[in-house]
Nanobody, 123 residues
């Protein structure tokens, strides 16, 4: 089992920045590829960004490329998502998730999930 706890969400104006964190405990964090997802009201959960076990490889959804950066610190068992130039359409609950395989974008392919943190971007 891997336990994941997100933090760092909040209310920000359009154009602003937030940094989300995900703290992991349980099994060895570095054994898992990690991802960030989000879910807006009335919409399905969607992939945002993913990172490999070592952190050397990353991939992003097109709608966040150039604005968001995913990173991890295996020594501290933490995952981060730096979000810059936020837009109102980025408003959602953001989740971190762990998977045994790198490169996944489908939520059902991830094994462990956090409880989510709310991000609200005002106009």
């Amino acid at each position: 089992q891997v336990q994941l706890v997100e933090s760092g969400g909040g209310l920000v104006q359009a154009g602003g920045s937030l940094r989300l964190s995900c703290a992991a405990s349980g099994r060895t964090f570095s054994n898992y590829a990690m991802g960030w997802f989000r879910q807006a009201p009335g919409k399905e959960r969607e992939f945002v960004a993913g990172i490999s076990w070592s952190g050397g490889d990353t991939y992003y959804a097109d709608f966040v490329k150039g604005r968001f950066t995913i990173s991890r610190d295996n020594a501290k068992n933490t995952l981060a998502l730096q979000m810059n130039n936020l837009k109102p359409e980025d408003t959602a609950v953001y989740y971190c998730a762990a998977a045994a395989t790198y490169g996944l974008k489908v939520p059902s392919e991830y094994n462990y999930w956090g409880q989510g943190t709310q991000v609200t971007v005002s106009r």
